[in-house]
């Protein structure tokens, strides 16, 4: 039987596989594509797509893997090129995530990572820090700061014209992570803001303006790498209470944002974010279900 192709006209039945799949998907905006138009953009029905993928998650999970296929460098990091190995694959990764409308946006928001391809960016970087002289905990921590410092250059791009251009940025992102590696751990000073930021946090997470509240939710992302374990399952605890009673849309967004940060860091416990289980999840804006969604999966 005759299917109608994406031009209107019969002809013989699309061909679907996983390869052509993430390529339409790449063909427009990843930010707000959806299994309608990339049906579309194939020429086959709805129940054709869904065959192959399970719904749009399952469609960016194959996105993921062609782009770290393309970003990833063919040669592996060793002591001689670890250096100009990380460089390559930041640069790879400018390229190739900034040609895709809403790719870099969407790998900086907090959601669950297609674990292979996730993982296999993650390990040859890992091994790019190991072979640099970072002992396995360093080059982990490199791995975070790293990754979270390119993709959100990345999703700013183009909206924040105070950014220094990539190169000097990624210059000195390196710069600083290496310096690092090369400072034995027992001589790296215990992170912690102090009680002191701490009080002057919680009493801006609970502040009657939305405005102030919003900044301190920017300020927890910013200082996100400062907190001890202590001062984050504090913040996270206050942040998931905030949220569940949250009426500023806006808010409740930087609320969810802060919490995916914190999360980040490894001390975040499911019993700190219990009070996320109260927040109805239709109270939640569309744009911001992700962020819950990500939240809920991780920790419940």
């Known amino acids: 039987m005759n299917s109608t192709a994406g031009n209107g006209r019969p002809g013989r039945p699309a061909r679907l596989s996983r390869e052509r799949i993430a390529e339409a998907a790449l063909q427009g905006d990843v930010a707000t594509l959806t299994m309608r138009e990339l049906a579309t953009r194939l020429g086959v029905s709805h129940s054709s797509l869904y065959r192959w993928v399970p ?7 194959l996105v993921s893997e062609v782009m770290a296929g393309r970003v990833l460098p063919e040669d592996e990091p060793d002591d001689g090129n670890w250096r100009d190995w990380l460089t390559r694959l ?3 990764m400018h390229d190739q995530f900034l040609a895709v409308p809403g790719y870099a946006a969407h790998v900086a928001r907090p959601h669950r990572h297609h674990p292979e391809s996730f993982g296999r960016l993650r390990d040859r970087a890992v091994a790019a820090f190991r072979a640099g002289g970072a002992d396995v905990r ?4 490199n791995w975070t700061v790293f990754g979270l ?19 000097r940025y990624l210059d000195t992102l390196l710069r600083g992570l290496l310096d690092q590696d090369s ?17 002057a946090l919680t009493r801006n997470l609970t502040s009657e303006s939305a ?7 920017e300020t927890i992302c910013d200082w996100v790498r400062s907190f001890d374990r ?16 949250e009426q500023d849309a806006t808010c409740l967004e930087s609320e969810l944002n802060a919490l995916g940060e914190l999360s980040v860091t490894g001390f975040v416990e499911a019993e700190d974010v219990a009070a996320l289980r109260r927040l109805p999840r239709e109270s939640v804006r569309p744009a911001d279900v992700e962020h ?9």
């Open 138 to 141: 360093q080059a982990e921590e």
């Open 149 to 167: 410092g390119v993709v959100r250059w990345l999703a700013a791009a183009g909206n924040a014209p105070e950014e220094p251009p990539f190169g």
């Open 230 to 245: 202590r001062e984050v399952r504090t913040l996270a605890s206050l942040l998931a209470s905030a949220a569940a009673l």
């Open 90 to 92: 930041a640069w790879a």
């Open 55 to 61: 719904d749009r998650d399952g469609v960016l999970d």
């Open 183 to 199: 400072t034995p751990s027992s001589a790296a000073p215990s992170r912690s803001i102090g009680d002191e930021h701490l009080l």
């Open 292 to 300: 819950l969604d990500h939240l809920m999966e991780e920790y419940f």
């Open 211 to 217: 405005e102030v509240r919003e900044g301190a939710c």
